[in-house]
């Protein structure tokens, strides 16, 4: 009987912790919303309404590909994210000047997108470009 409620204790645990980065934007009911899209040269992969209650560009980004069942890949930490790839396209794939950005309410922020704090009503958009020019 013990080791049941143990089992259970440690199970309950674990499920509560892997669930945790998710919680800013499965409870949104009373939050706040926001509109993400991820566009390549040729089609769009994400466009997709989310609530949340407080989170980063790149958490939305993250969150919304989880639930699409997009892979991305990111590298860096602490505000400094940087997005590799998304769905298969990565940066240098269609040229040297070639990557991923993303603007929010179609400006490019001067913060990396785990810097950016997401506001109600924000439109974000991640688009790969293939002759990245500073805006």
Not at 15 to 25: A, E, M, P, R, W
Not at 64 to 69: F, P, Q
Request: aromatic share 10%; with cysteine; hydrophobic share 40%.
């Amino acid at each position: 009987m013990r080791k049941t409620a143990i089992f259970i204790t440690l199970f309950l645990i674990i499920f509560t912790l892997s669930s945790c980065g998710d919680n800013v934007f499965e409870r949104g009911v009373a939050g706040k919303s926001a509109h993400i899209t991820v566009k390549t040269p040729s089609k769009t992969v994400i466009d997709e309404e989310i609530s949340f209650d407080d989170a980063k560009v790149i958490d939305a980004l993250t969150f919304v590909a989880k639930k699409s069942i997009i892979e991305i890949k990111v590298s860096g930490s602490s505000g400094m994210e940087y997005v590799e790839s998304i769905d298969g396209l990565a940066q240098f794939d269609m040229g040297a000047k070639s990557g991923w950005i993303y603007r929010v309410n179609g400006k490019m922020p001067n913060v990396g997108a785990g810097a950016y704090t997401i506001s109600d009503g924000d439109k974000i958009e991640w688009q790969y470009v293939t002759e990245y020019v500073n805006e």
